[in-house]
T-cell receptor
Framework: EDQVTQSPEALRLQEGESSSLNCSYTVSGLRGLFWYRQDPGKGPEFLFTLYSAGEEKEKERLKATLTKKESFLHITAPKPEDSATYLC?????????????FGQGTTLQVKP | DGGITQSPKYLFRKEGQNVTLSCEQN?????MYWYRQDPGQGLRLIYY???????QKGDIAEGYSVSREKKESFPLTVTSAQKNPTAFYLC????????????FGPGTRLTVL
């Protein structure tokens, strides 16, 4: 069964304290891995798409990496405005239906 | 501005009532999706549609119905058969050529009174 697991469930950091969020997946053929940011009461905001092992993408203080079994979202010198829930999702065959399988999310709190 | 709109933002339903959640997009995307989000759980797929007048059940379709009469619109009806409808409902859309990224609307929070 295709599955996505994110850890930790919650993470508290001091401003400037770098850390990483983990997304482990088991799918029968990965088409793509997606990271979203979600603020309370709002829809997810797209961050990154990764397609193959070894791929990396960066945006401001965020860097996403991908291996054959997991993805990491590295947060460098976070600021309070980075506080949010970060969602990981994978897209697997069959076909190009676009169906995503989501993890339960990691809620990040950055204290000033 | 291009984007996805959902209405209403908050919706209250009495037991036994059907309610319809609206989702509209002006991104010219072919595919549209409905997800349900519960506290501490990942998003779960309810229904999706890749072309007008065609849609498929997702993982938790029981108690829900949809229609796709226009490319821009994909309304979701929560029927009285849905036993636990209180949740945050999210609509998404995706172009079927080039990018395969889903973009989400702002969501509708449904509460059963």
């Amino acid at each position: 069964e295709d599955q996505v697991t994110q850890s930790p469930e919650a993470l508290r950091l001091q401003e400037g304290e770098s850390s990483s969020l983990n997304c482990s997946y088991t799918v029968s053929g990965l088409r793509g891995l997606f990271w979203y940011r979600q603020d309370p009461g709002k829809g997810p905001e797209f961050l990154f798409t990764l397609y193959s092992a070894g791929e990396e993408k960066e945006k401001e203080r965020l860097k996403a990496t991908l291996t054959k079994k997991e993805s990491f979202l590295h947060i460098t010198a976070p600021k309070p405005e980075d506080s949010a829930t970060y969602l990981c999702a994978v897209q697997a065959p069959p076909g190009n239906t676009g169906k995503l399988i989501f993890g339960q999310g990691t809620t990040l709190q950055v204290k000033p | 501005d291009g984007g996805i709109t959902q209405s209403p933002k908050y919706l209250f339903r009495k037991e036994g009532q059907n309610v319809t959640l609206s989702c509209e997009q002006n991104l010219n995307h072919d595919a549209m999706y409905w997800y349900r989000q519960d506290p501490g759980q990942g998003l779960r797929l309810i229904y999706y549609s890749q072309i007008v007048n065609d849609f498929q059940k997702g993982d938790i379709a029981e108690g829900y119905s949809v229609s796709r009469e226009k490319k821009e619109s994909f309304p979701l009806t929560v029927t009285s058969a849905q036993k636990n409808p209180t949740a945050f409902y999210l609509c998404a859309s995706m172009g079927l050529e080039g990018t395969d990224t889903q973009y989400f609307g702002p969501g509708t929070r449904l509460t059963v009174l």
